[in-house]
């Protein structure tokens, strides 16, 4: 119903759209600016793994960092290109946003997860 209703104003945006927009707005603002809990962050203190879950969390951000740059790649080529799929249709835009939202996320959790470890160990 609410494809229609644009459709009939020949604007380009479908109920994905709405839902994955603001999620992503989210996602982006919560990655820059992340202290909305009053008790402190997670960037506040140190991540320490084990050597096996340090590789395994460097091969899951490389491969979401790869999705995100795929996913924005895509939505900045074709940002009206509108996708069909099984669940629903969604405009390449989404696709950009999502894929920023993804690529700062994961950038800011490598950096929390690798740089401040390194940063640690060097210090004791």
Known sequence: MIDR???FFNIPIVTLDLIFLPVSAFLIYFSVKPN?????FV??????YSTKKLCLAVLIVLSILVLS???MYIGFNEPLLLMDGNRGKLHGYSLLFLGL???TLF??????ALY???NSKKRT
């Open 69 to 71: 740059s795929v996913l």
């Open 5 to 7: 209703f644009f459709e």
């Open 43 to 48: 960037s506040d203190n140190i991540i320490n």
């Open 116 to 118: 401040k470890r390194y």
């Open 36 to 40: 909305l809990l009053r008790g402190g």
């Open 101 to 103: 939202a993804l690529f």
């Open 107 to 112: 950038s800011r959790f490598g950096y929390l």
